[in-house]
Each structure stands twice: as C-alpha cells, then as structure tokens.
C-alpha cells in the first residue's frame, strides 16, 4: 500500500501554506534549514521529516541557537494518541522546548495541526508533578538491604521492599517456627506490614495455622533453600 509521504519533500507544500496563513514570510532551504520564515523580526523554523528520531531531534535543537522558534514536521503517525507511548514522546519535545506539527493527507487535501507550541519548559512544575512517584521510590529505595537486582536485567524476579520484608518473615520462621503478627513486632518487624504480608500471603509462602499463628509452607521452604544455594 501506498504511503501518504515518501518524502521529505511532500511536507514543505502544507507547512509552507499554514504559515503564510498566519502571516509569516516562507523560503525553503535557508542555511540548510527546511523551512525558514519570519514574520517581523521573530524567526520560525521547521524540520522536516518522515518520523521522529534523535538525529531530528539533535538537528532540531541546533536550530535553537539562531531561531525563536523551532518546530518539527512529520506526517501525522499511526499511533493511539492517548496512549503512554505518544505522551512521553509528548514530554520529550515539551522538555526540549520545540514545537511539533503533524501533516496528513485525505485524498488530495492536506491538514495541518500544531500539537505542541514551542515554550519554555517549566521544570519545577514537573518535578511538583511528580512528588508522589518520587515519594514511593525513596521509601522503595529506604525498605531494601539486600542487593539481589542486577541492573538493566529483563525476564528475572527484581526483588522488591516488599519481597525482601516477606523474605526476613520467612528466614524468622524457619529459624522460630510457629509466628504470630504480635511476635514479629516484638522482633523488630513493623507490626502492620508484618500482618499483612502473612495475611494476605501473595508468594504462598505461609500457612495459617489458628488464633492468629502462622508457620512456613513447603513453597517457602523452598524459596529460602534456593536463596541459600544463590548466596551460599
């Protein structure tokens, strides 16, 4: 099937349209920048390319240095615009401060939409937007002692706060026996957390016994014999 654009050159007609419609002077090719136009003194000036990548990016970037205005100019991607994926793509143009354009084509006509302006990008207002995922890192981060991740690994279990909590319950076990939620908080463990790691218990690793007792379960066993073995 036949793509809408298979050239960069394809865009420049509509673009070149949309900003003379809005008052801008328009010439291709000005310093080896695709669309160079001023409208009074401001400067505005767009790449054009068949998809986003770091080299448009970069070169975009570059333009920064002489243009008021930078903009990006691809054909308009078939992508759920609601999804993770396009907002992060979203917020990496907003984070570098360049606008984006998007072209597309029904039949013979061209549409031109602006979906992101070029503006400063408000980097304390981010980082505000952001507290409660930093909050839960740090206190992920505080709740692990135990050094089993390695980074960039993919496909293996990553130990977590909590995993390491259900791990220290279990090892408490096997060296105690029957437990209750009331023993591990007179051993040092948060009584609230503890009760509810056996209670709900999510790896199978606990049996619940009667009154409020626990003890370890054949699966927990094992768990604690594996660790031994990677460990030992």
Not at 181 to 189: C, E, P, R, V
């Amino acid at each position: 099937m036949k793509k809408d654009f298979l050239l960069e050159e394809e865009l420049y007609k509509p673009v070149r349209e949309y900003l003379s419609s809005i008052g801008y002077d328009v010439k291709a090719e000005v310093g080896n920048c695709d669309v160079f136009a001023m409208k009074d003194d401001k400067v505005a000036v767009v790449e054009l390319k068949k998809g986003l990548t770091i080299e448009l990016l970069v070169q975009a970037t570059n333009r920064q240095k002489f243009a008021d205005l930078v903009y990006v100019a691809i054909p308009k991607p078939k992508i759920n615009f609601f999804s993770k994926k396009w907002k992060d793509i979203c917020n990496l143009i907003k984070r570098l401060q360049l606008g984006l354009i998007l072209v597309s084509k029904k039949d013979s006509k061209y549409e031109v939409k602006i979906a992101i302006e070029p503006a400063p990008f408000d980097i304390k207002k981010s980082i505000n937007s952001g507290k409660k995922k930093r909050n839960r890192l740090v206190k992920e981060f505080k709740g692990r002692t135990l050094e089993d991740n390695v980074g960039g690994s993919k496909g293996k279990k990553l130990m977590t706060a909590y995993r390491e909590q259900s791990i220290k319950i279990a090892e408490y076990m096997m060296e105690n026996g029957q437990t209750s939620a009331a023993d591990l908080a007179k051993s040092g463990f948060n009584h609230k957390k503890a009760y509810s790691i056996i209670y709900k218990n999510y790896y199978g690793w606990f049996n619940k016994l009667n009154k409020g007792m626990y003890e370890l379960s054949e699966a927990g066993v094992e768990e604690l014999k594996k660790r031994a073995l990677l460990t030992g």
